[in-house]
């Protein structure tokens, strides 16, 4: 069964401190991880597609790794509008067009 | 810019009422998906749709029903609402089957009595 965890489940920061939030996955077949973020009461936006073991993407503080047993999302000098909670997403072969969420890991960044 | 939005933002219903939630997506995405949202539990899917008049079900279908007539909007329907039926409703469009993200709405905050 296709299975996405993410830890921590809450993570607070000093504004500055760089961390990373980690995704492992069980899948048949990875067609995709993705990342979002998502802020209280609002819909997630979404951040980076990963494909293959070895890829990278990078969006400002934000930069998204993969393996083949799991993904980092590495935010490096945070500020507190980083503040939010970040979902991880896959779609394996075995679930065409549906993709698999973990339960987010939510970061709060002081100032 | 996608952009998917949703009839309502909050909503509160009594136990036993009929519900449409209602959401349309402007770029003319063939694949459109229904998610409910609680705390603990993630982002669990509820039904499917790849084209118009098509649907599938999802991981939670019950107590749930679903409508697409037109290619750019697709209908969410409790039948009788229930208390457990309490929770945060995401709708989401992709462009393809295979791959690709979805882009979401902005959600429906919906609250059964």
């Known amino acids: 069964e296709d299975q996405v965890t993410q830890s921590p489940e809450a993570l607070r920061l000093q504004e500055g401190e760089s961390s990373s939030l980690n995704c492992s996955y069980t899948?048949?077949?990875?067609?995709?991880l993705f990342w979002y973020r998502q802020d209280p009461g609002k819909g997630p936006e979404f951040l980076f597609t990963?494909?293959?073991a070895g890829e990278e993407k990078e969006k400002e503080r934000l930069k998204a790794t993969l393996t083949k047993k799991e993904s980092f999302l590495h935010i490096t000098a945070p500020k507190p509008e980083d503040s939010a909670t970040y979902l991880c997403?896959?779609?394996?072969?075995?679930?065409?067009?549906?993709?698999?969420f973990g339960q987010g890991t939510t970061l709060q960044v002081k100032p | 810019d996608v952009k998917v939005t949703q009839s309502s933002r909050y909503l509160v219903k009594r136990t036993g009422e009929k519900v449409f939630l209602e959401c349309v997506q402007d770029m003319d995405h063939e694949n459109m998906f229904w998610y409910r949202q609680d705390p603990g539990l993630g982002l669990r899917l509820i039904y499917f749709s790849y084209d118009v008049k098509m649907k599938e079900k999802g991981d939670i279908p019950e107590g749930y029903s679903v409508s697409r007539e037109k290619k750019e909007r697709f209908s969410l329907i409790l039948e009788s609402a229930s208390t457990n039926q309490t929770s945060m409703y995401l709708c989401?469009?992709?462009?393809?089957?295979?791959?690709?993200?979805?882009?979401f709405g902005p959600g429906t905050r919906l609250t059964v009595l």
């Open positions: 899948v048949s077949g990875l067609r995709g």
């Open positions: 990963l494909y293959s």
């Open positions: 989401a469009s992709s462009p393809l089957v295979i791959a690709n993200e979805q882009f």
């Open positions: 997403a896959v779609r394996g072969s075995s679930n065409t067009g549906k993709l698999i």
